[in-house]
């Protein structure tokens, strides 16, 4: 409406041409979202408004992968001005660093057999309905949350959410004497490195300042590389000013057993 009035095309600007792409990779048709901020534990796939936002900008700028996204999610769609293109010949990885965002699949365009990693290592930090989770990384399955933050949304500021929902305890990361992230702006991180190919994906977040200067720490860089179609290497650089407790955090909605030092994921 603004458009018509003014003559301006406020559609043109990187925001609008970028977000179909970060529902397209962070919250694919038929999936659990990447698992970041408020409400991300719900296993809902995207809803019918998100299809019909992502088909605007689809028809905008006459984008098949965006249309396609939309016809997932709402069916056939009216006279699209340019036919819908599956993501399949897209790179199965992409980075959003502004958002401090990397979504990495084994197979984006069928979501029942694709392995989904979330990582987040944000410039934004940690404040409103964002979590102190800079370094912390996600797994879905055929659509279903394997490995994800803990907690639930019960209401904006009540114990849970601000003495375990947001908090870094309840994330998968790291905690430095027991001691989690700041909240605010002050509690960033931010993606410093991502490789895609075929075969492979890598990219590095650095949270070395999320956790203030009175913790002592110094490094913390967390390198992911992704061995196509089911192999995910998480290797940690932490570095204190004192000899500290680290602690390396993974969450499940299943339940996590350890023998023989191996882990098992209950239904995963």
Not at 34 to 53: I, K, L, Q, T, V
Not at 182 to 211: K, M, N, P, Q, W
Not at 255 to 263: K, P, S
Request: negative net charge; aromatic residues 14%.
């Amino acid at each position: 409406l603004l458009g018509k009035l003014s003559g301006v095309d406020f559609f043109d600007h990187p925001w609008f041409r970028n977000t179909s792409y970060y529902s397209l990779y962070c919250w694919p048709p038929g999936s659990a979202s990447d698992g970041f901020g408020d409400g991300a534990e719900r296993n809902d796939p995207p809803a019918e408004a998100r299809g019909r936002f992502v088909e605007e900008l689809g028809r905008h700028f006459q984008d098949p992968y965006a249309l396609w996204y939309a016809e997932k999610i709402r069916g056939a769609l009216d006279a699209p001005p340019v036919r819908p293109a599956s993501p399949r010949d897209l790179p199965q990885a992409r980075a959003f660093p502004d958002a401090g965002i990397v979504s990495m699949h084994s197979a984006l365009a069928e979501t029942p057999r694709d392995l989904m990693i979330g990582f987040r290592s944000s410039p934004f930090g940690a404040f409103n309905h964002m979590h102190r989770d800079q370094n912390s990384v996600n797994l879905n399955f055929g659509g279903e949350r394997l490995f994800c933050g803990s907690g639930y949304y019960i209401g904006y500021g009540d114990d849970h959410f601000t003495g375990w929902y947001t908090q870094t305890k309840a994330q998968n990361s790291v905690l430095i004497d027991g001691l989690g992230q700041l909240t605010g702006a002050e509690g960033f991180g931010r993606i410093v490195r991502f490789e895609d190919t075929a075969t492979t994906s890598y990219c590095v977040g650095d949270a070395s300042h999320a956790y203030g200067a009175k913790s002592g720490l110094r490094t913390f860089r967390r390198h992911l590389l992704f061995l196509r179609p089911s192999t995910l290497l998480v290797y940690d650089e932490v570095e204190a000013d004192h000899r500290a407790r680290w602690d390396w955090l993974l969450h499940s909605p299943h339940r996590l057993t350890v023998t023989g030092g191996v882990l098992h994921g209950g239904n995963s």
